[in-house]
């Protein structure tokens, strides 16, 4: 009876994880009788009662909080189609835009034009994966210039680091401004194309070795070298 | 009638050829892997839940998986199968997508597909076991949700003898051989592809599965070293 892994262990799908009822199966875990079993690969995670497997790998799917980083793909009457690296597009309507008074038939593309680039948040999503964005809230705004690059959704927690101080450890050293997305899309603007590349390397750098510990010394040793 | 008393190759009678795998064979894929066993090596990628065109398959209560088998053009001898889309790949992709899709939970991506690419670079015999092997560990390598992992193996019967995993020169035994293709889930021993090829007796096709089932798990264990060689440091 009890827990069969342990915190941390790397699971396939059908592992065996738990047996009896102590425990209970959240995301990547599920019950059957009275055994909990992984339903994905990844690492197991166990906080208080509850057992969940945490991703490795896979694309990113949209969850409704997310601030994500996407690029203007389509305007309609009332609003946006948005490229936030889903299957399929997710919405920003006008009314979630902006508090401007906006005219029936105006042309929106003064706002966001095709093409350009935009922080928003998920702010809703169906059971049928229709995505709302929103650009309400702090940061959330259109970006000019810079350069973007893409890392695994997964790695994304790792780019962030613990309260920010992987990115912010960045920012400091390359002078960067820097947006991470939670669908994998990070944005930088720096002074000059030198620092935008370091920072760049700097953040493939943990996509490639995120599954090592002390992982922000490493990062910090690279940046001083490279700086130099 | 000729008996079979040792094999071509010298293998045990429930001995499977030497097998490898790799797991992230394929960098821009979302999930990817290779298995080898003998002279038969399979490559298989997957990419999605991405748009579902046509739009008339799309179904907004779970995604769809899709597979596609084929053999390379340089693959084969080209003595028997003529490598290529045919009647035969269109068929074996299909069974190959039923014995995936058992163990797949897709709801979480309605409306989209999962698109899964088998190609055997280099062909022997059991071309399709080789893909499932394969394809079931790049679906876990795209992270997807699946209550299980699948192994598959062919067995058969040559000259009476119940064996694992016949090779081309058994396949193509002169008083006729059966080729038992089988697909099994790891956890609950769950068949999920069965096709046979030739005439058996009952007992023979009993034990012929107990021997499946046992190069499963030898397979199974393989799946699990080459996926965790991936994700791990130093594979611990």
Known sequence: MGLIVQDKQFVIPGDELATGIDYLPANGAYREDDKIYAAQLGLVNISGRLIRVVNLSGRYIPKAGDNVIGKITNIGFNGWMVDIGYAYEAALSLKEATSDFIERGSDLTKYF??????????????????????????????????????????????????????????????????????????????????????????ILKIEQEAHTSGLTEKIDVFLRGSIK | MI????????????????????????????????????????????????????????????????????????????????????????EISLVTEKALASVLDLSEFPNTVIDVFIELIQTDSGTRCAGITAAIMALADAGLIMKDMIASVSVGVVGGKVLADLNKEEEDFENGAVDIPIAITHKDNKITLLQLDGLIKKEQLYEALELAKGSCAKIHELQRKALMEKFTQNGI
């Not at chain 1, 780019?159 to 899309?185: F, R």
């Open chain 1, 113 to 202: 034009d095709f093409g350009e680039v935009i922080v928003a948040k998920i702010v809703n999503v169906t059971r049928s994966k229709m995505i709302d964005l929103s650009m309400k809230g702090p940061g959330l705004r259109k970006l000019k210039g810079g350069k973007i690059i893409e890392v695994s959704s997964s790695k994304v927690p790792r780019v962030i680091g613990k309260q920010g101080s992987m990115i912010s450890l960045i920012k400091e050293a390359t002078g960067c401004q820097i947006t991470v997305g939670q669908n994998g899309k990070v944005w930088m603007l720096g002074s000059d194309f030198n620092k935008e590349m370091l920072a760049a390397a700097a």
């Open chain 2, 3 to 90: 008996t079979y008393t040792k094999r071509f190759d010298s293998r045990k009678f429930d001995e499977t050829r030497p097998m490898e795998a790799k797991v992230g064979v394929i960098k821009r894929a979302d999930g990817s892997a290779m298995f080898k066993i003998g002279k038969t090596v399979a490559i298989a990628a997957v990419y999605g839940p991405k748009a579902l065109h046509p739009t008339y398959m799309r179904n907004p209560e779970k995604g769809i998986l899709r597979c596609n088998y084929n053999m390379m053009a340089f693959s084969g001898t080209g003595e028997r199968i003529r490598p290529g889309p045919g009647r035969r790949s269109r």
